[in-house]
């Protein structure tokens, strides 16, 4: 029993710190969109937006997961499954586990190098800008890694093959959609026509989209959908809290999103290297993604201290 409590509390903490780091960069957009709209909407959006990203998203998303790595437990089934404590029914999901974390990493795994490679950002580190320079080889390293993934995975079984290209296949379509949601986020700040119920609407549309990352990533925590509900849960829950209270104060941490991302590649290697039948104890997730937080918090800390010192230098100068 008190394994299994420290398992619970281990991972909850580490899905709702994960949760919360995966959705800063889209909550602060959102922070300036609720900024067009009343008091009135903005508490609609921190009550009811919440059930219908946690009831909805962070709930139906783990659920559609756990059927299509096991689908002879049926669409109905899969629900029972995920809140059933019987062994038989147990065992049969651990049966598609390796499934489940091969498809899961190499979809972390892309987003890290996509965001690496192609995505815009605030260098913590010189190696960052000189990558991000070389972009033009993301499609081809992406193609390489799939490729030695799968041989790896072929030798094992011709499903773990399968369920790695599913997971390349699926980062690639909701890659495309999330592009799509980014720009129109930026659009409703330009959108004074909007009533504050198309926004809103807007809003859970793109926060499903974006809650993909942190539903996939929390199945390298556990593979408990209860926790990862309520982990989730919390962690949309103070993300959501934030952005009403004003989330944007925290853009000053420059580099908290490096953090996050490379949490988010750490955990696709985790769930990949499970899959080859790797034991990696639950705690060794949860700790890196705290040691990773801490770190670029730090560097974030340092480089707003020595700019604020900077800046100051400079005032007095002109003085």
Do not use: C
């Amino acid at each position: 029993m008190p394994s299994n409590f420290s398992h619970f509390i281990i991972a909850f903490i580490g899905l709702a710190l994960f949760e919360i780091i995966s959705s800063i960069d889209n909550a602060i957009i959102n922070a300036h969109v609720l900024k067009t709209m009343s008091e009135r909407w903005r508490k609609w959006f921190l009550l009811w937006g919440f059930l219908i990203a946690v009831v909805m998203v962070r709930a139906l998303l783990p659920w559609i997961i756990v059927f299509l790595s096991n689908t002879k437990l049926g669409f109905f089934g899969s629900f029972v499954a995920t809140f059933s404590s019987d062994p038989a029914v147990q065992a049969a999901i651990e049966s598609s586990r390796g499934l489940l974390l091969i498809g899961g990493g190499i979809y972390l795994l892309f987003l890290f190098l996509h965001w690496l490679f192609e995505e815009h950002k605030e260098y913590a580190f010189f190696l960052e800008k000189f990558i991000h320079k070389q972009a033009v080889w993301f499609y081809a390293i992406a193609s390489v890694t799939l490729t030695t993934i799968v041989w790896i995975a072929m030798e094992i079984s011709p499903s773990l093959g399968l369920a790695a290209v599913i997971g390349s296949t699926s980062f690639f379509i909701v890659s495309g959609f999330k592009r799509s949601a980014e720009e129109k986020e930026r659009q409703l700040l330009h959108a004074p026509h909007l009533s504050a119920v198309s926004k809103i609407i807007y809003l859970e549309m793109i926060d499903a989209s974006f809650s993909i990352d942190g539903v996939i990533g929390a199945f390298a925590f556990t593979l408990s959908v209860p926790i990862i509900i309520l982990g989730n849960g919390l962690g949309a829950f103070i993300v959501r809290w934030g952005t009403i209270k004003g989330l944007e104060k925290i853009s000053k941490y420059r580099f908290l999103k490096n953090g996050a991302m490379y949490a988010i590649g750490f955990l696709g290697l985790v769930m990949i290297l499970e899959s080859f039948g790797k034991h990696i104890p639950v705690w060794v997730p949860a700790l890196n993604t705290f040691v990773l937080i801490a770190i670029f918090l730090y560097l974030s800390e340092e480089e707003f201290r020595i700019g604020n010192f900077f800046k100051k230098s400079s005032v007095r100068t002109g003085e």
